[in-house]
Structure formats: structure tokens, C-alpha cells
């Protein structure tokens, strides 16, 4: 049986790179597993600042802010113009939303809160799509 030649070279492709900043593991520790089932590879850094010098050290498609304390400005900044997107976790009672604060190198003022079924559902659609843009990049180069 013929290979599909298509699926080779999306089997091929770069995965989708990530960056989770939190204190605590266990804020995204969940994302990270989820992540890496879908291909991606994950980075981890401790702090907003970390987060943001290993953004300009190294290329990342989406960062994701997991319950830090200290802000989110060096990471917007290191984004902005970028091809990056940039999610910030705030916690709630019961809970946490998820806020866009940066999509695809553009700031988001006012973006609505997602509730964390809602942000899963997203952030399943960014890296399909991410993955779509590096796949239809790969074709152009080759």
C-alpha cells in the first residue's frame, strides 16, 4: 500500500513550540501533558522574566502563563511583532479564566475571559493551526 505523501511530511514537520511560565508546576503540569500528546514541545521557565529572555533566546509560537505573581508586560513586550501568542491564567473562586493577551504578535486589549473548557477548545484550534502554517511553510520551501 502507497504512503500518503502529505501525511509523511506532516508526521516530518516541527512541533509546535511552547512555553509555559509558572511558580508552580503543578499550574502546568496539565497543559504540558496535553500538549505533548498533540506534538508539541514544551519549554518551561519559572518566571515572567525567565519567560521572556528564553523568548528572545529561542523561537516559541505560544506561551502560557500558569498563576505567576509578578506581570506580564516583558513577555507582551518580547511578543509583540512576533508570530507569537501569549494566554495568561487569572485565578477566580472557583477556578481560573484565561485571558489572550497577545494573538499572533498582536495585543488583545479586552479580549474576553475564557473559561478553561473553553480555553482547551482554543488552544486545540491555535495548534492545529500553528501546525497547518508550519506544514504550508515546509511546502513552499521544498
Given at each position: ?20 511560565v ?76 484565561w ?11 479586552g ?32
Open positions: 500500500m502507497d504512503k500518503c505523501p502529505q501525511k509523511e511530511e506532516h508526521m516530518n514537520s516541527a512541533p509546535v513550540k511552547v512555553l509555559l509558572g511558580e508552580h508546576p503543578t499550574g502546568y503540569s496539565f497543559l504540558s501533558q496535553r500538549l505533548e500528546k498533540r506534538g508539541c514541545e514544551c519549554r518551561v521557565a519559572t518566571s515572567n522574566s525567565d519567560g521572556a529572555r528564553l523568548f528572545r533566546e529561542l523561537p516559541f509560537d505560544l506561551i502560557l502563563c500558569c498563576d505567576s505573581r509578578d506581570g506580564i508586560g516583558p513577555l507582551v513586550a518580547s511578543t509583540l511583532g512576533s508570530s507569537a501568542s501569549l494566554f495568561r491564567s487569572h485565578r477566580v473562586e472557583n477556578g481560573c479564566l485571558l489572550p493577551a497577545v494573538l499572533h504578535g498582536q495585543e488583545c486589549p479580549a474576553p475571559a475564557l473559561q478553561p473548557r473553553e480555553f482547551t477548545k482554543v488552544l486545540d484550534q491555535l495548534v492545529e493551526m500553528i501546525k497547518s502554517a508550519g506544514d504550508s511553510r515546509e511546502l513552499a520551501h521544498s
